[in-house]
């Protein structure tokens, strides 16, 4: 080996070890940058960094640096089918391992819309899934391939500070029994009223099912017998209290 070539070595083993110290540290705080690993990770496979610093094999190296099978290979892999599907490095940095993931269900041409990046910035995992399920079907016939998102606007009502103070830690409340964010108010408040809608409509129809039938019978009865009005108030009095318990059993 010439001096030149001695030169080239200690050059790449050199860099080899600070991609490493790099790995180190970016594993201690994974929790914080995890797609940082990834990305550590993916470039680290592109230069057969342990190959340079002469470990048989990638997984080798793995674990004598202590980082777990999973978390390596779940953030490298991630890291880079996305790198490799035009996603940048620094845009990269600003999703979450979860998001990325996701981002992965998408058609080649959908990972290179910034809207979609917009949204892996922004979007929480569960939120992001649902939109990229409602893309699919678009995206693999080719047509529609934008996200569809909604507008987000701003609901103002006037109410007292006692109100709203009710109000939110209600919703809040809704939010934690069914696994919803707790900041997600208008998600709570949408399923609040589609909740109250939908059993109001079902005692309605009960009402219109069984108690109306019921009465019309009775009275058709009472008033073919000559029973007088007040008679025929007490029958419908007597209709209601039995139609009750049948009207519980269908709205419960």
Known sequence: MNENTAIVSKKLVDKAKEHQK????????????????????????????????????????RENLDIGRSTWFRSGGIAEKLMKAGVPEKELL???????????DLSAKQLKQTGWWKLAREKKACELAELVEKA?????????????????????????????????????????????????????????????????????DAIRRIVVPQMQKFLKEAKANGHSVEEQLDLAFDVIKKSMEGLVAVVQ
């Open 94 to 104: 600003k999703w979450s391992l979860d998001n990325g993931e996701i981002m992965l």
């Open 136 to 204: 699919l079907p678009a995206g693999k016939d080719g047509d529609k391939s934008e996200p569809e998102v909604e507008r987000r606007v701003s609901l103002n009502v006037h109410l007292y500070d006692s109100q709203r103070t009710v109000i939110l830690e209600g919703v809040k409340e809704f939010n934690r029994e069914h696994g919803i964010a707790l900041d997600d108010i208008g998600r709570g408040l949408e399923l609040i009223v589609a909740e109250v809608k939908g059993n109001r409509r079902s005692v309605v």
């Open 22 to 61: 790099l790995i180190v540290h970016l594993w201690s705080s994974f929790r914080c940058k995890p797609m940082a690993l990834g990305i550590a990770i993916a470039q680290a496979r592109k230069h057969n960094v342990w190959s340079i610093l002469n470990f048989e094999s990638e997984n080798a190296w």
